[in-house]
């Protein structure tokens, strides 16, 4: 895959290419998206418009701290989507990762979680929130436990997970409304790189045989059932 490579840690250890080999990400210095090592993190810029900023992945501080301490935890809709009831906690298959925000709060309330993300990108901002949320004193322990990633295209590894999980997550990308000013920033960056799933139809019918119990798929309200089959 293509894009705008830069280093900004001064480091001038190689670690770039390192990145690079790793997720088969080749230099294009032309290309408006740039995934960027900067002293702190791995981070996606849309350079054409700096000021929607970066996006990069971080379980530790943040967003998801505050969720973590201060959110729903087993009342978070995902929570009680996937069935966290009790002392029932699903072993969950997130076949759409994305930035990995759904899976850590499913993590977070003590489910085991398969990320499984195609996007080598993605892929390699997800592996970098993962390596800071693991070293962490607080999180770390748990976190490593519970949560785990693995860089392949839901469409055919859905066939090859063992052992299946008793859930399995659907979050597709849906195109936004064209005119809808509510677009998140972020989203705008991440769309750019990712854009829809246009083949998303087809994860259903394996999501299906592979989970246990349950398959959860989270639709925006104007979008068309996945595969056209009506979920309650």
């Known amino acids: 895959m293509k894009i705008c490579l830069i280093d900004e840690t001064g480091a001038g250890d190689g670690a770039l ?11 294009d210095e032309d290309n408006p998206m740039a995934l960027v090592m900067t002293p702190a993190h791995l981070e996606l810029r849309k350079r054409d418009e700096p000021k929607l900023g970066g996006i990069f ?7 998801m701290a505050h969720r973590r301490r201060f959110g729903g935890g087993r009342g978070e809709a995902v929570a009680k989507a996937v069935g966290i009831k009790g002392d029932y906690l699903p072993d969950v298959v997130d076949a759409t990762a994305g930035l990995g925000r759904d899976a850590f709060v499913l993590a977070s309330v003590g ?10 990108v993605v892929a ?8 800071r949320g693991y070293a962490d004193a607080e999180i770390g322990p748990w976190l490593q436990e519970r949560l785990r990633l693995i860089h392949a295209s839901s469409l055919t590894a859905l066939t090859d997970i063992t052992p299946r999980p008793q859930v399995v997550y659907l979050d597709p990308m849906f195109p936004h409304k064209q005119k ?4 998140k920033k972020e989203m705008r960056v ?26 959860v798929v989270k639709r925006p309200d104007y979008a068309p059932p996945l595969a056209d089959v009506a979920t309650p």
Do not use: I, Y
């Open 180 to 183: 809808s000013a509510l677009v």
């Open 124 to 131: 390699a901002l997800l592996d970098d929130g993962l390596a």
């Open 17 to 27: 290419s390192v990145l690079a080999d790793r997720w088969g990400l080749e230099q």
């Open 57 to 63: 992945v971080d379980f530790v501080g943040g967003t």
């Open 111 to 120: 489910c085991r979680v398969r990320m499984l993300e195609r996007n080598p």
């Open 190 to 215: 991440f769309q750019s790189l990712v854009g829809p799933d246009l083949d998303a139809d087809g994860l259903l019918a394996p999501a299906r045989q592979l989970a246990t119990k349950r398959v």
